[in-house]
């Protein structure tokens, strides 16, 4: 079978779906991994073939042509809530957070983001899948240009989804609410925008164009929300990219080994940064008489404004997680899926902080009541804070059993290898060829 998978221009969207792109190509399906040119390294460095589509800096021209409805759409959604109300409180159950009003403005602000990216791949991607004809479109959860190729080629549609599926929460909703609303106020944007490029293909909108025809999950079963559309469990496998092993990550530390990693937040603005430099500084005074050995990725902008490194600590660009947590006695971070999942599979405890990733206020307390760690919220960050769930995380032998008891239930989820001959199947039910 001939299996395409599509994903947003970002490589931590796209690297987790790596692993089961291998186990495809090894089982001798077709492979071919596809983005915008802004993500053409990464897409190449997989190993697996590259089809890349449309114009390059598609995320920056996208950032400086943010239009006067999107600055009106948000000052109308913060008159309902706080910025972070609007951004985050979607994972949220309550009558409060989900309001037709509030659902449909996000709708329609989020749909203008998702258009921002994926029109620019579209036609390139609907031209060379006509000709090549996949049988399965394998697409991460921004990327529906993958549904729109699924639609107008006749393929399979799976969506990929390495977070609590709030964003499928929030949807069903939004629909449940929608019904209820007079014929002149259901507008619906995302099904506008999908439909209309379904419309040029010659079809139409359907709602799989939104969940996929399945959707493959690489959260825990014990943290994942109900769906009524058919699920596939994923072990996560590690991948991060091209990596040399330093040195000092070829030995057993001689002291208890803590990293901290703030992904790729702390090299974009200020409104995706969990730890400010500011902050960063506090921990590491916080945490400067602690005898452990605290490792540190930051970029070189963030290290060169720090005004002192404690002998205790080592800063450094990057690590290959899969390589450096298995050695770690705890891991802090901003709740990004790479270092939730590596601590998970390695059964370390994990102290996540901050409010960057839109699963957070579901995640964290699911971590916290399940023992595999602890979570600062924004208002409570601070050094002290840090310190204190720090020491509790290698003092208190509950967390380690908590994180030992994660760990074990990832490793029951099928590994990329077990899951292809359930995708063949999916992939023949569901084509419409």
Known sequence: MRVLIVSWPWRTHFQPMVPLGWALQAAGHEVRVASSPDLAESLTASGLTAVVAGPGDVLKT?????????????????????????????????????????????TRYFTQILQGVNDAMVEELVDYCRWWKPDLVVWEWMSHAGAIVARATGAASARIRSEIDVDAWSRRAFLRLRKEQ????????????????????????SEEMVTGHFTIEHMLESMRLDSDVPHLPLRYVSYHGPAVIAHWARRTPKKPRVLATFGISQKKGREYQAVSVRQLQQILDCL??????????????????LSRIPSNAMLTEFVPLHAVVPTCSAVIHHGGIPAFMESIAS??????????????????PLLEAARGGLYIPRPHLCGQRVRECLVRLLEEPAFKEGAQRLRREQATQPAPSELVAELEKLAARYRAR
């Open 182 to 205: 007079a014929p002149h106020r259901r507008e619906d944007a995302l099904a506008d925008w999908l439909g209309g490029w379904a419309g040029k293909f010659g079809t139409s909108f």
């Open 288 to 305: 400067a008489d602690l005898d452990i050995e605290l490792v540190v990725t930051a970029p070189e902008k963030v290290r060169r404004n």
């Open 62 to 106: 996208m950032y400086e042509q943010f239009t006067e409805e999107q600055v009106e759409l948000v000052r109308m959604l913060e008159q309902l809530g706080s910025r972070d109300d609007f951004f985050f409180d979607f994972a949220s159950a309550t009558k409060e957070a989900l309001t037709w009003d509030r659902l449909r403005l996000r």
């Open 347 to 364: 059964g370390v405890p994990q102290l996540m902080v901050g409010r960057v990733v839109g699963d957070i206020d579901l995640r964290a």
